[in-house]
């Protein structure tokens, strides 16, 4: 046996005792905590040595991380944490497994360097106080051994299991054979692509149309790769739920083609869906599941890894077995999966934690982003962050007297800053110096405060905290690639009230966020029906130069979709009156030539509501509904269970909303669509300020801010219509702009436009 593991993920499973507790206690942001790291070293004396890479073995298994630091002049070896407050309120089972952490990398020291003894230490660092706490303990090489053999032994079964395991999946995913027998057109064209993709270690962009079957077709690959020992693990990442029940299905089928594959696929759902009490706080104190949580988790592990696939239910099923959270228990099996499904934040998010273990322990992923059209706009969400002057003052009238000074100073410098405002929206090169470090300071006074009183301070202090936490992050990461702007807030209570700003840092262009995320895996395959053009999907996602392009021809034919368009209508805003009789009347021509169930999308709910009526007074014969909005789940199912086989009449929906794209409605459950809209974006201050960024950028901000997002949500809407090789329908497209040369090259090659 061979088998390598990090040293932090080895301390985790051996030395993890007692509860789960996730009381929020103020921790250092990351740079923070590498800025305490470097602190702590830039105080030690020539010599010093920071960031030692040390390997060792035990009966087979190889051990690896890299230690904080030695001391010659002291022969110590530093293991640093930083912390916030005072470190006698950190949990008891912590400090054990940091000290776990420095015997292991003592071990591997004197092993190295052939030293006899050692001082071990792990060196506490404030990072409001720069203050160090240093506790020691002297150490002989061999009691050291002794530690580290005692962790490898506690290990080793489970690393034998664990490599058994990687040994039959490799071997059973070599035999695995195609389970529908022959691929789809486009099908094998795009297997291939992914993996070579795996196997060369390279991206992938691969625009894939509806039918088929994306996501069978790279899900296969990657684990013949995986097979092939190119890989170790495979993320399935989605933007939507039906994402990710598509690809439990796709590894499903492949089980069924060969009985039990011994292959663990973890689904991974959102924490409030998978919380059995979510009116306790994650403590041993208040929620039963976190009581014992790592007691109790060896037990659980072993049981989840009973079931076949883990998804939600299986997951709950073995959590709550052995009396854990099935929220957490899952985090804990992403260790140990080869295939994970889950939300695209956690492998992009700035915090996720797919990314996170990868770079722990060197795995070699594939990660696949399925309808990564969706990709751009998320990833520029979770590089965004806005702070409200409104919501400070609320906290800052609900802070306790010990914060008055800091919220008193942060509330002069943002006063300030919205006096000199005398437009709604403006954008500013940078967040004033004054104000950055106002609130940098009243961050860490409310860190501070929780650390000493948690219980006293008011949720809206600490909900402003976490906003703030989030803003300076990216203020610290800001740069070409977003905006700083100030939004002036309706005043309150009149003219005479105070201004009240929103601060924002952001994001445009993702691309700088997601380069390393893209470095740290081995192959990452985004794929979607719209990733035209290339060059736009690229720029957004910062994918390498050499990343390989493929673009699908897909299984449906130009006969089976006529599509239309409409030249002489406008939807623009100024003829948005002018427009409301002509399109009321083309739907309504078009459900009388041939009845059935259709799509309507318009471009706002507004626009919607007055097609709406139009269609109610001068057809009132054409069965209609609408989508309404912030429709909950229920509403949503109702609104699709009325394309019903057989069924006829034409319901209304915004485009880019719940019902433009992940909607299967096969046959003559939907015959036909109309989209009265180009879909592009409005044309507002943001918006405007995020083409001007662009064109600097790209030389082309109106294609990249309006006209690329706008078409990509007209074609995913179109999609709607054609879903199987004997679907037929009709798309009308409706604007006189869709006769324009430009906004044609973006549809799709196999529409052949009237």
Same mark, same amino acid.
């Given at each position: 046996?061979?088998?390598?593991?990090?040293?932090?993920?080895?301390?985790?499973?051996?030395?993890?005792?007692?509860?789960?507790?996730?009381?929020?206690?103020?921790?250092?942001?990351?740079?923070?905590?590498?800025?305490?790291?470097?602190?702590?070293?830039?105080?030690?004396?020539?010599?010093? @040595?920071?960031?030692?890479?040390?390997?060792?073995?035990?009966?087979?298994?190889?051990?690896?991380?890299?230690?904080?630091? =030695?001391?010659?002049?002291?022969?110590?070896? @530093?293991?640093?944490?930083?912390?916030?407050?005072?470190?006698?309120?950190?949990?008891?089972?912590?400090?054990?497994?940091?000290?776990?952490?420095?015997?292991?990398?003592?071990?591997?020291?004197?092993?190295?360097?052939?030293?006899?003894?050692?001082?071990?230490?792990?060196? =506490?660092?404030?990072?409001?106080?720069?203050? @160090?706490?240093?506790?020691?303990?002297?150490?002989?090489?061999?009691?050291?051994?002794?530690?580290?053999?005692?962790?490898?032994?506690?290990?080793?079964?489970?690393?034998?299991?664990?490599?058994?395991?990687?040994?039959?999946?490799?071997?059973?995913?070599?035999?695995?054979?195609?389970?529908?027998?022959?691929?789809?057109?486009?099908?094998?064209?795009?297997?291939?692509?992914?993996?070579?993709?795996?196997?060369?270690?390279?991206?992938?962009?691969?625009?894939?149309?509806?039918?088929?079957?994306?996501?069978?077709?790279?899900?296969? $690959?990657?684990?013949?790769?995986?097979?092939?020992?190119?890989?170790?693990?495979?993320?399935?990442?989605?933007?939507?739920? *039906?994402?990710?029940?598509?690809?439990?299905?796709?590894?499903?089928?492949?089980?069924?083609?060969?009985? /039990?594959?011994?292959?663990?696929?973890?689904?991974?759902?959102?924490?409030?869906?998978?919380?059995?009490?979510?009116?306790?706080?994650?403590?041993?104190?208040?929620? $039963?599941?976190?009581?014992?949580?790592?007691?109790?988790?060896?037990?659980?592990?072993?049981?989840?890894?009973?079931?076949?696939?883990?998804?939600?239910?299986?997951?709950?099923?073995?959590?709550?077995?052995?009396?854990?959270? *099935?929220?957490?228990?899952? !985090?804990?099996?992403?260790?140990?999966?080869?295939?994970?499904?889950?939300?695209?934040?956690?492998? =992009?998010?700035?915090?996720?934690?797919?990314?996170?273990?990868?770079?722990?322990?060197?795995?070699?992923?594939?990660?696949?982003?399925?309808?990564?059209?969706?990709?751009?706009?998320?990833?520029?969400?979770?590089?965004?962050?806005?702070?409200?002057?409104?919501?400070?003052?609320?906290?800052?009238?609900?802070?306790?007297?010990?914060?008055?000074?800091?919220?008193?100073?942060?509330?002069?410098?943002?006063?300030?800053?919205?006096?000199?405002?005398?437009?709604?929206?403006?954008?500013?090169?940078?967040?004033?110096?004054?104000?950055?470090?106002?609130? !940098?300071?009243?961050? /860490?006074?409310?860190?501070? !405060?929780?650390?000493?009183?948690?219980?006293?301070?008011?949720?809206?202090?600490?909900?402003?905290?976490?906003?703030?936490?989030?803003?300076?992050?990216?203020?610290?990461?800001?740069?070409?690639?977003?905006?700083?702007?100030?939004?002036?807030?309706?005043?309150?209570?009149?003219?005479?009230?105070? *201004?009240?700003?929103?601060?924002?840092?952001?994001?445009?262009?993702?691309?700088?966020?997601?380069?390393?995320?893209?470095?740290?895996?081995?192959?990452?395959?985004?794929?979607?029906?719209?990733?035209? $053009?290339?060059?736009?999907?690229?720029?957004?996602?910062?994918? *390498?130069?050499?990343?390989?392009?493929?673009?699908?021809?897909?299984?449906?034919?130009?006969?089976?979709?006529?599509?239309?368009?409409?030249?002489?209508?406008?939807?623009?805003?100024?003829?948005?009156?002018?427009?409301?009789?002509?399109?009321?009347?083309?739907?309504?021509?078009?459900?009388?030539?041939? $009845?059935?169930?259709?799509?309507?999308?318009?471009?706002?709910?507004?626009?919607?509501?007055?097609?709406?009526?139009?269609?109610?007074?001068?057809?009132?014969?054409?069965?209609?509904?609408? +989508?309404?909005?912030?429709?909950?789940?229920?509403?949503?199912?109702?609104?699709?269970?009325?394309?019903?086989?057989?069924?006829?009449?034409?319901?209304?929906?915004?485009?880019?909303?719940?019902?433009?794209?992940?909607?299967?409605?096969?046959?003559?459950?939907?015959?036909?669509?109309?989209?009265?809209?180009?879909?592009?974006?409005?044309?507002?201050?943001?918006?405007?300020?995020?083409?001007?960024?662009?064109?600097?950028?790209?030389?082309?901000?109106?294609?990249?801010?309006?006209?690329?997002?706008?078409? +990509?949500?007209?074609?995913?809407?179109?999609?709607?219509?054609?879903?199987?090789?004997?679907?037929?329908?009709?798309?009308?497209?409706?604007?006189?702009?869709?006769?324009?040369?430009?906004?044609?090259?973006?549809?799709?090659?196999?529409?052949?436009?009237?």
């Amino acid at each position: 046996m061979t088998y390598v593991v990090a040293v932090r993920a080895l301390c985790e499973f051996t030395a993890r005792r007692g509860d789960l507790d996730l009381r929020f206690t103020p921790a250092p942001s990351a740079l923070e905590g590498i800025a305490g790291h470097q602190a702590v070293t830039a105080r030690r004396a020539s010599g010093y @040595e920071a960031e030692i890479t040390l390997t060792g073995t035990h009966g087979g298994l190889t051990v690896r991380g890299r230690a904080d630091g =030695y001391d010659p002049a002291r022969n110590r070896l @530093e293991e640093i944490k930083t912390h916030r407050g005072d470190l006698e309120r950190m949990p008891a089972n912590h400090r054990v497994l940091h000290w776990a952490q420095a015997l292991v990398y003592g071990h591997l020291l004197c092993e190295a360097r052939a030293f006899a003894e050692l001082t071990v230490a792990l060196v =506490y660092f404030d990072i409001g106080e720069q203050k @160090e706490t240093v506790l020691t303990q002297q150490h002989t090489a061999a009691s050291l051994r002794a530690f580290f053999e005692a962790q490898c032994e506690r290990f080793v079964a489970w690393a034998a299991r664990e490599e058994a395991h990687r040994d039959a999946r490799n071997a059973a995913l070599n035999a695995l054979p195609f389970p529908h027998g022959e691929f789809r057109s486009g099908q094998r064209e795009l297997s291939v692509a992914a993996f070579r993709a795996a196997r060369d270690g390279r991206c992938l962009m691969a625009q894939a149309p509806t039918g088929i079957g994306k996501t069978l077709g790279t899900i296969f $690959p990657l684990l013949k790769a995986c097979g092939a020992d190119h890989l170790d693990r495979v993320f399935f990442l989605t933007a939507k739920t *039906p994402g990710r029940a598509l690809a439990l299905e796709a590894v499903d089928t492949l089980h069924g083609g060969t009985g /039990a594959l011994p292959l663990r696929t973890l689904e991974l759902v959102a924490r409030d869906k998978a919380c059995e009490h979510p009116d306790k706080s994650c403590d041993g104190e208040s929620c $039963p599941l976190a009581r014992g949580f790592y007691d109790r988790l060896p037990d659980a592990r072993d049981t989840a890894l009973q079931a076949r696939t883990l998804d939600r239910a299986a997951l709950r099923e073995a959590a709550l077995a052995h009396g854990i959270c *099935p929220y957490y228990l899952a !985090q804990e099996m992403a260790r140990w999966c080869d295939v994970v499904i889950g939300d695209y934040n956690y492998y =992009y998010d700035s915090s996720a934690m797919l990314y996170a273990l990868t770079q722990m322990n060197g795995w070699r992923v594939a990660v696949l982003a399925d309808e990564a059209h969706n990709l751009p706009e998320r990833a520029r969400r979770m590089y965004s962050a806005t702070v409200d002057q409104l919501a400070f003052r609320g906290a800052r009238h609900a802070a306790p007297v010990a914060l008055k000074k800091p919220f008193d100073r942060v509330n002069r410098e943002w006063n300030a800053l919205s006096r000199e405002r005398n437009n709604t929206y403006e954008v500013l090169a940078d967040v004033p110096p004054k104000l950055h470090a106002a609130v !940098q300071n009243l961050i /860490a006074a409310i860190g501070d !405060q929780l650390a000493e009183a948690p219980q006293g301070v008011d949720e809206s202090v600490q909900r402003f905290y976490f906003d703030a936490l989030h803003f300076t992050s990216l203020v610290e990461q800001f740069g070409a690639h977003s905006i700083f702007d100030v939004t002036l807030e309706s005043r309150e209570g009149g003219s005479r009230a105070k *201004p009240a700003t929103t601060l924002c840092v952001r994001n445009v262009v993702p691309a700088s966020f997601l380069k390393p995320r893209h470095a740290a895996a081995r192959a990452t395959i985004v794929f979607s029906g719209t990733l035209s $053009p290339q060059h736009f999907y690229r720029d957004m996602l910062g994918l *390498p130069g050499d990343t390989a392009w493929l673009d699908v021809d897909g299984p449906f034919r130009a006969e089976q979709l006529d599509v239309r368009v409409a030249r002489r209508v406008s939807t623009r805003w100024r003829d948005r009156e002018r427009s409301l009789a002509p399109i009321a009347d083309l739907i309504a021509h078009q459900y009388g030539e041939r $009845p059935g169930n259709y799509l309507g999308f318009l471009s706002s709910f507004d626009y919607l509501q007055r097609i709406v009526d139009a269609m109610r007074e001068r057809h009132p014969q054409v069965p209609i509904w609408m +989508q309404a909005p912030r429709m909950d789940e229920a509403a949503r199912d109702a609104f699709l269970a009325r394309f019903t086989t057989g069924g006829a009449g034409v319901g209304f929906a915004v485009l880019g909303g719940a019902f433009s794209e992940g909607v299967d409605l096969v046959g003559d459950r939907l015959i036909g669509a109309f989209i009265a809209t180009l879909g592009l974006p409005q044309m507002n201050d943001v918006n405007e300020q995020m083409r001007r960024t662009f064109d600097a950028q790209f030389g082309n901000g109106y294609d990249y801010a309006y006209l690329f997002p706008g078409l +990509q949500k007209v074609v995913q809407a179109a999609g709607r219509v054609i879903r199987t090789e004997r679907d037929v329908g009709v798309v009308h497209l409706i604007d006189d702009r869709y006769a324009r040369a430009d906004v044609r090259r973006l549809l799709p090659r196999w529409w052949k436009l009237a």
